[in-house]
């Protein structure tokens, strides 16, 4: 089946479920496709241990826009299931009584492509355990920005993951879906035997769009941390 007839044959399917079509506009998010992701340093602890990852995009679609913007908009609402809560155009976390909302003021753009890995390699050698040009991912641990899990329980709980940090190499699929364009905050574990500048190069794969089809390519970032 494709992607037409997939999201026509869904959109019938739920608006005869619910009786009538529902309301695209209070989608908890707008949506985005990424163009590339950039790798910088020194962003939230001045120490330069940390690496904050932003994706950049010129396609972002939303209700307030009109044309094709707006139909795709509605497709990937159809897509996500994502029919609420955007109230006075803040994304709410919990939307229940015994959970307090809370706003960004703007509702966040989400990534309509899941990550499908993150990995990072040394630029030159770290310890005896990490020569240069080796896998470093075990050297550190990952935050992320992510809807999914927060549309996934019913818009209940965390919207995001900053605070809640995982090694990135055994990372939870779920947390790469529905990133935000502030995607993604590395912290490395452990120092080097020996002080000095350690370069690293980040490399991101994402999956298809699930409406176009089409994939992101990203040219793999290079960041040098100081101990």
């Known amino acids: 089946m494709n992607n037409k007839l997939f ?3 869904v959109s019938l399917a739920y608006a005869a479920l619910i009786g009538c079509e529902p309301d695209i506009h209070r989608a908890s998010s707008d949506f985005f496709y990424p163009s590339s992701f950039s790798a910088d340093t020194g962003y939230f602890f001045r120490d330069a241990k940390e690496i904050l990852l932003r994706f950049s995009s010129s ?3 939303s209700p307030s826009y009109g044309g094709s913007s707006k139909e795709r908009y509605k497709q990937y609402v159809y897509y996500f299931g994502d029919f609420g809560y955007r109230e006075d155009d803040e994304v709410c976390f919990g939307c229940c009584d015994d ?3 809370i706003g960004f003021g703007r509702p966040t753009s989400l990534c309509v492509c899941d990550i ?3 990995h990072v390699v040394c630029e030159n050698e770290f310890d005896e355990n990490h020569p240069a040009g080796s896998n470093a991912d075990d050297l550190f641990k990952i935050g992320l920005e ?3 899990p ?3 329980n019913n818009y209940t709980g965390y919207y995001e993951y900053y605070d809640k940090y995982f090694p990135l190499q055994d990372i939870n699929p779920d947390y790469l ?3 935000g364009l502030w995607f993604g905050h590395l912290i490395i574990t452990k120092n080097p035997p020996v002080e000095g500048k350690y370069s690293f190069t980040i490399s991101v794969e994402m999956d298809a769009d699930p409406v176009s089809g ?13 101990f």
């Open 177 to 179: 879906k529905l990133t």
């Open 146 to 148: 992510t809807a999914y």
């Open 59 to 61: 396609n972002n679609y």
């Open 7 to 9: 999201f026509t044959a």
């Open 150 to 152: 927060f549309l996934k």
């Open 214 to 226: 089409n994939v992101p390519k990203f040219s793999p970032q290079t960041v040098t941390l100081i």
């Open 116 to 118: 499908k890995s993150i």
């Open 99 to 101: 959970v307090e909302d």
